[in-house]
């Protein structure tokens, strides 16, 4: 299963608008991902990407690391590697009008 790791961006973690836009996007794949919070180096239970309630119960804070994962396709580092810029971002930033 490929992995990917990245550090939250955003201000307020993975809670509320980050965390429907993250779940948004995992479901837009064509592969599932699960996400993992990274506790001294090492990732604890992982859940869907895609289940808002999944991601706000892990508890992610801004600065935390993630890891996410992707069941073996020829899709799946695209699919991560679009994933970790997503969550590179601020996701609770407003949007430019």
């Given at each position: 299963?490929?992995?990917?790791?990245?550090?939250?961006?955003?201000?307020?973690?993975?809670?509320?608008?980050?965390?429907?836009?993250?779940?948004?996007?995992?479901?837009?794949q064509?592969?599932?991902?699960?996400?993992?919070?990274?506790?001294?180096?090492?990732?604890?239970?992982?859940?869907?990407?895609?289940?808002?309630?999944?991601?706000?119960?892990?508890?992610?804070?801004h600065?935390?690391?993630v890891?996410?994962?992707?069941?073996?396709?020829?899709?799946?580092?695209?699919?991560?590697?679009?994933?970790?810029?997503?969550?590179?971002?601020?996701?609770?930033?407003?949007?430019?009008?």
């Amino acid at each position: 299963m490929p992995r990917r790791r990245v550090s939250i961006a955003s201000g307020v973690g993975l809670h509320a608008r980050p965390a429907a836009l993250l779940a948004k996007s995992a479901a837009a794949q064509p592969v599932s991902v699960t996400i993992a919070k990274v506790t001294d180096g090492v990732a604890g239970e992982p859940v869907d990407a895609a289940s808002v309630l999944g991601l706000m119960g892990l508890g992610v804070e801004h600065g935390d690391e993630v890891e996410l994962g992707a069941a073996d396709s020829a899709e799946a580092g695209s699919v991560l590697d679009e994933l970790v810029e997503l969550l590179s971002t601020d996701l609770d930033a407003e949007p430019a009008s």
